[in-house]
């Protein structure tokens, strides 16, 4: 009986748990069916999204890390069914469920961004579905840090490669540098060649059956060697027996007329294993020999001419083949010469996996990548025919991928530059990282891009500044965006939520910069609507100080301030009482 004492308050402790849980699963489904009948900047959609965040991040602060166990129609906590929905069409299990999702979780530090990010997908996949947009693809293009997926698709392709660094330090991996084992021959028959073919015995020409069955093996292991090996194989054996200049030239020559066959077949995949194969023996088994590590040489040297190298990766994108994993190391087999051209190729593959997959090869190829990325900032306006913003918009991406894989020190100086182009996507795209770093740069960044003409710019570098919790940076936001022509362009609502970050950061220290705020405008009989919502948000900051010396200013601006001015201060009063 004690024991089961004991249990009762963790048992109830669990079940509260859960039931919270599933309260924050019904609010995410209600705010991803809001964005997807309403535009995402719809006050209903914003309003739900906000709520969800704000719970979603308290709870997992408090609590830790909310895990999802992903059923066809149902979803689980802690053996606990928090959303069960038999209906396929409408179901946020079975969105999740049919894309090979089968855990979800959400962990301490979400961030706002990231939240919208993932809401974006789930509605992407719901309205539009096809080979190209599954949720896995899209989720991983994000780079969330707090929100973190298993699907059974990952599984594979993490269990089917090794490491790109483990595979480029390794030769040629098969049994033998030859392939299949050969069957042992019999003994072997010696003839005089002096005594006349007439009077040569039958016996000795004939084949024992331990001989046949030993031939028989060879063949077979022979037809079964892949293509790319045999041609490897053969292509070294030819250029090792060769003494003339000329003729090892043309069997070269011949080797890269095959793999211009390859690519013209759409089988790349074969051509990645032959320069693999021609590669390790070359490294592995004939090292010494020069001319087997020229025809190498040759090979990839030809790989690598630009037009031969359009060919080749345009064949990889109609014939997603090989898989991204392959690709990667295949390129970086390709050497440092290669890596012009896949700065090209960066934002042109329209698979994100094979775009990564490009990125990860220039990573590695140029240890980091920083002096060939800076050639590639697109710092420009984004081009105007669809197909090229297209790719324009995917380049920055990766560009800002790969920056994201350095420090702060090294990264933050082209992050920097790229918040200094004309198009709205860089700066958002390159903001959104440059804001993850600590360093007291980005803080400068971020009153600087308050004022952006982007509104997602503008919402990413407030939410940043509050986050850091300084006091002097509220007065510091408020008069960067008082101070800029941008600031009268803006709604109610940001202008609301300018002076409450203000509030929140400098509390009772901004009431005085308020107070003279509020009374700023001047009155007049016709009272223009830039002047209502300045003096709204002003009334809107004094509030969210919360503090009683900033109830009696709204409540002595209510019956002897100007006309606007009581208008606002009566509305927040009553705000606050509800």
Not at 290 to 297: E, I, R, T, V
Not at 463 to 480: H, N, P
């Amino acid at each position: 009986m004690p024991a089961e004492k004991a249990e009762l308050p963790e048992r109830v402790t669990e079940s509260r748990k859960a039931g919270l849980v599933r309260e924050l699963v019904r609010l995410l489904v209600k705010t991803q069916k809001a964005q997807r009948l309403y535009d995402s900047r719809n006050a209903v959609a914003e309003r739900l999204e906000l709520d969800l965040y704000e719970r979603l991040s308290a709870f997992v602060s408090e609590e830790g890390d909310i895990q999802l166990v992903v059923l066809e129609s149902q979803l689980r906590s802690e053996d606990e069914v928090v959303f069960e929905s038999a209906n396929r069409t409408d179901s946020l299990a079975f969105l999740l469920y049919r894309d090979g999702i089968r855990r979800l979780s959400f962990s301490p530090g979400l961030e706002h961004q990231e939240l919208r990010a993932f809401l974006r997908c789930l509605n992407r996949v719901a309205l539009l579905t096809n080979d190209r947009d599954d949720l896995v693809t899209l989720l991983w293009e994000q780079d969330f840090h707090s929100i973190r997926y298993f699907a059974i698709e990952e599984l594979a392709r993490s269990e089917s490669y090794p490491r790109l660094s483990d595979q480029l330090a390794a030769g040629e991996s098969s049994e033998g540098p030859w392939g299949g084992a050969a069957g042992q021959a019999g003994e072997a028959v010696i003839l005089d060649l002096k005594q006349p073919v007439s009077t040569v015995p039958v016996e000795a020409c004939r084949l024992q059956s331990g001989e046949i069955e030993a031939l028989q093996k060879q063949l077979a292991a022979e037809e079964q060697q892949p293509f790319r090996q045999v041609v490897a194989e053969l292509a070294l054996e030819l250029v090792l027996l060769e003494d003339g200049e000329n003729e090892k030239g043309q069997i070269s020559e011949e080797i890269v007329e095959i793999a211009d066959r390859l690519i013209a077949d759409g089988d790349v995949a074969e051509l990645v294993g032959m320069h693999e194969h021609v590669e390790g023996l070359a490294t592995m088994v004939f090292r010494g020999a020069a001319s087997a590590q020229k025809l190498s040489l040759e090979l990839t040297r030809s790989l690598v001419e630009p037009e031969r190298f359009e060919r080749l990766m345009e064949t990889v994108e109609m014939e997603h083949a090989p898989k991204p994993e392959a690709l990667t190391v295949f390129l970086g087999r390709l050497g440092s010469s290669a890596s012009p051209l896949l700065l090209l190729w960066m934002g042109r593959f329209s698979s994100a996996p094979y775009r990564r997959a490009v990125t990860g090869a220039l990573l590695f190829l140029e240890s980091g990548g920083l002096p060939i990325l800076r050639e590639g900032l697109p710092l420009g306006p984004p081009p105007v025919e669809p197909q090229e913003r297209l790719w324009h918009r995917q380049l920055v991406r990766e560009v800002v991928h790969a920056l994201s894989r350095h420090s702060s020190e090294e990264a933050l100086p082209l992050l920097t530059e790229l918040l200094s182009s004309p198009d709205p996507e860089t700066r958002r795209e390159s903001f959104l990282a440059a804001s993850r770093y600590s360093e007291e740069r980005v803080l400068s960044l971020c009153l600087e891009r308050i004022v952006d003409s982007d509104p997602e710019v503008r919402t990413t570098a407030l939410d940043t500044l509050v986050k850091r919790g300084r006091v002097d940076l509220g007065l510091q936001i408020l008069e960067r965006a008082l101070a800029s022509e941008l600031f009268e362009k803006l709604g109610l609502l940001e202008k609301r939520r300018l002076f409450s970050a203000a509030a929140k950061l400098s509390g009772e220290s901004a009431l005085d910069s308020f107070q003279k705020l509020l009374n700023a405008r001047e009155d007049h009989w016709f009272q223009k609507e830039k002047d209502r919502a300045f003096a709204e948000a002003a009334a809107h900051g004094i509030r969210m100080v919360g503090s009683p010396r900033a109830k009696r200013m709204l409540e002595d601006g209510s019956q002897s301030g100007h006309k606007l001015v009581r208008a606002a201060c009566l509305k927040e009063l009553g705000t606050g009482r509800s």
